[in-house]
């Protein structure tokens, strides 16, 4: 896996969320408990220390002598058991208290106002009162709860002030956090061990999630990898994939139909090309064999040269339309848009068509409106597509027949109609007019010379501004040309 | 005398063929669409025709193929500007192929070899040529 792929980024965050999660939750959870387990702890330290300052003043009251009980309960707590007989009783409810509130693991210290040990547990020994003293001095009026730590143990303390014959004194006692601890470091082991097990699982999965969810990347790059001008054809398959995907794949086959577009229209015309190129080098070829094979008349060769000369300007005129096509369609940088007024603009090109037409008697008519209209367009390619289509008017218009321009306005468009009196276009031709290198029979036999690209070069101006061409024609009525552009 | 039809919508080709062959002592015909070719097919005596694919309106794989309808034996020789490759693609099974710009000594070795192969032909289906246009007619 590489680290500046997608799939590392995905699982790298998807990880770290996980952990951030898991790591919060378990401390929460961590926390909330031990919280909880201090807190019953302290309960417990406070009923131990109340029972046993409950204790010392049962035995104010039954002994009503100020010094017995403290010593008695030293005696009891250090087993040594009553010292009167006569306390019996009492002795043996301290002692089953004693077993009731489990003090025989903990550690307790009554001290006086002066800080003064008075009383102590058996088991209070130097050590544990050298920990007392360092890390929880009495404190007269508080109740307090600590945690005291040694070397090798841990113990919970209270500090719960009360009162005796008048006279303050401070019960401290001491219970191992053992149980707590052990509660504790297994909760924390199980917590570890989940979240790294869960962390596993999840990373795993959700690489398994992200894998699946990048598949189709690996399919449009193996596609694109495998894809050559030759197999234009092959689409990815679009159903069952997430919606950006989707997205992505959409696109990249929709590139793909495009590009298999483009290639088609370019294998068609280069194969018109070729075509077009070629006939009029057959065509001198086979005339410059003939006239090699045996001695010509002076004339002949005369009329071979004008022939060949012929031919040569229709392959420069071919090659010239094909670059302006090729500049029209791929190089829109070439067109200059400016504001431009209609009408002027299309009386100057009635006028030049009138001179144009004349010497085919052919009468060119105009019907324009009086009023200003404005479009955004480039003058120079524009004229080229009228002239376009009214030369080609002129060529299949018979002489004494006639050509109308004419101009109307519709949801903020110009339609201007170019009609002629010729003798139309069948069906089958009118939708490959703007077919490139197109030319109907009769036009072959009246002028050899023509290359067939005027009405697509037309087409190609009008889209460049927006626009398009329609034709409709009527077979021994004409044709009519409409150019819709849109107003500025 | 053998007849060899040129079929071309270019003058100039059907010029310079008509020449070159009228030279070799053939007689040459000429139509510059499908309908003209179709009309004298029908009515005379061809031994070859020289087809054109380009052509306007009806293009020469549809006159090919109405040709061979009626005319199986008929050599043709499909002749245009588009290369060998291209020309087996649109018509198959034509008697041979030419490349327009190969010249003229390259298309007179084709058009005597695709008769001498008639004449080959012709003579295995016993003269079935000439008997079954004359029925045709």
Known sequence: MRFNSIRFKASVLYSTIQIIILVVFSAVVFFSVRAMLYHDL???LKIKAEEVAGILSAYQQVQRVKEYPVRQILGILKGEGAAASQKMIIDELWRSQLEVLNLKNDFINILNINGRAVLSSNNFKKNVEDLFKKQFPFVQNDVIYKTLTSEGYQLRAINLPIKFYDSPLVIQIGTPVESISNILDGLLAFMIVTVIAFLLLTSFVGRIFVEDALRPVREVSDLANSI????????????EIDVEMKQLVTSFNSMINRLAQSFGHINEFSSYAAHELKTPLAIMRGEIELALEEDKTTEYYKNLLNGCLEEIDHMIKVIKDLLLLAKLDYKPEIFKFEKLALVPFLDE????????????????????????????????????????I????????????????????????????????????????????????????????????????????????????GGKINVRSNLQQGTTFTVALPLA | MKTILVVDDKERIRRTYNSVFT???????????????????????????????EMPDVNGTILYDVTKLFRKDLNIIVSSVYSLDDQRFLIKNADDYFDKSEGIKVLKEKVSRALSNGKHKKDETGGGHENRFDDAG
């Open chain 1, 42 to 44: 302290n309960q417990d």
């Open chain 1, 228 to 239: 050559s001008y030759k197999d234009l054809n092959q689409r990815i398959e679009e159903k």
């Open chain 1, 349 to 388: 090109i009635y006028e030049h068509s009138k001179v144009l037409a004349e010497t085919k008697k052919i009468k060119v008519r105009k019907d324009f409106p009086q009023k200003e209209i404005i479009l955004n367009a480039d003058k120079v390619h524009l004229r080229r597509l009228f002239f376009n």
């Open chain 1, 390 to 465: 009214l030369s080609n008017a002129i060529k299949f218009t018979p002489s004494r027949g006639s050509i109308d321009i004419k101009i109307a306005l519709r949801e903020a468009k110009c339609f201007i109609d170019i009609t002629d009196t010729g003798k139309g276009i069948s069906k089958g031709n009118l939708k490959r007019v703007f077919d490139k290198f197109f030319r109907v029979s009769d036009a072959q036999q009246q002028e050899e010379s023509s290359v067939g690209l005027g009405l697509n070069i037309a087409l190609s101006i009008a889209e460049a501004h």
């Open chain 2, 23 to 53: 030279k070799e002592g053939y007689r040459v015909l000429e139509a510059s669409n499908a309908d003209e070719a179709n009309d004298v097919v029908t009515s005379n005596k061809i031994d070859l025709m020289l087809l054109d694919i």
